[in-house]
């Protein structure tokens, strides 16, 4: 079965540059999160999308956007970055409230 | 605040054992699920159960829950090494207006010692 795809699985940025990060939701499902997972955190909740409009805003930083396109896919875009930014990012999908995420494999941006 | 704290926040077991990681949360919730996450992988969906269930079963794993206690419990018994992952308990928040964003407790580092 498909799963949520997202690209790339790596990226290396200098500060100050900017990265796009790409998901691919499980076809059908209606909602799109993005998580940020710092080296020996706990996932934390940026941002999410409903049918491709922004439903939900965690703690995005302000140079952080987001959108969903009519083909459903996802992109999260960084700019300014900083070493702080450095980090796993997850897409997830899901179909409901009341079914799991299913979540992507990751994006593993270094900031240097 | 969070939604979901666990412990032991890190658990070390012989193969063949039962390993059981805790999960408290704060609010009242729609439903509690458990996701397992290799090192530096992807996290993956083990288990959901709703408010009004109290138990539920999934191959080698058990899941609790108490709501008058908030908490939630997994257990995962006959334990391989193949389990050595870090455990997170999660719930959907619906504060502020949100939709039910997933709310990610600390985790628990299981190391499965062949």
């Known amino acids: 079965a498909a799963g949520v795809i997202q690209s790339p699985r790596h990226l290396i940025k200098e500060k100050r540059e900017t990265a796009t990060l790409k998901c691919y939701p499980i076809?059908?499902?209606?909602?799109v999160y993005w998580y940020q997972q710092g080296p020996g955190q706990d996932p934390q909740f940026l941002i999410s999308?409903?049918?491709?409009?922004?439903?939900d805003k965690g703690s995005i930083p302000d140079r952080f956007s987001a959108q969903q396109f009519s083909d459903y896919h996802s992109e999260l875009n960084m700019s300014s970055l900083e070493l702080g930014d450095s980090a796993l990012y997850f897409c997830?999908?899901?179909?409901?409230?009341?079914?799991?995420?299913?979540f992507g494999s990751g994006t593993r941006l270094t900031v240097v | 605040s969070q939604q979901g704290e666990e412990d032991p926040q890190a658990l070390s077991i012989q193969e063949g054992e039962n390993a059981t990681m805790n999960c408290s949360y704060k609010?009242?919730?729609?439903?509690l699920q458990w996701y397992r996450q290799n090192s530096g992988r992807g996290l993956v969906h083990l288990i959901l159960?709703?408010?009004?269930?109290r138990e539920k079963h999934s191959g080698r794993l058990r899941v609790t829950l108490d709501t008058s206690k908030k908490s939630s419990s997994l257990l995962i018994t006959a334990s391989r090494a193949a389990d050595t992952a870090s455990y997170f308990c999660?719930?959907?928040?619906?504060?502020?207006?949100?939709?039910?964003?997933?709310?990610f407790g600390k985790g628990t580092k299981l190391s499965v010692k062949p």
């Open positions: 997830a999908s899901s179909l409901s409230q009341n079914y799991g995420y299913t």
């Open positions: 076809p059908r499902h209606d909602t």
């Open positions: 609010t009242s919730i729609n439903n």
């Open positions: 999308f409903y049918e491709k409009m922004q439903s």
């Open positions: 999660a719930t959907p928040y619906y504060g502020g207006g949100s939709q039910g964003n997933l709310i």
């Open positions: 159960i709703r408010s009004n269930e």
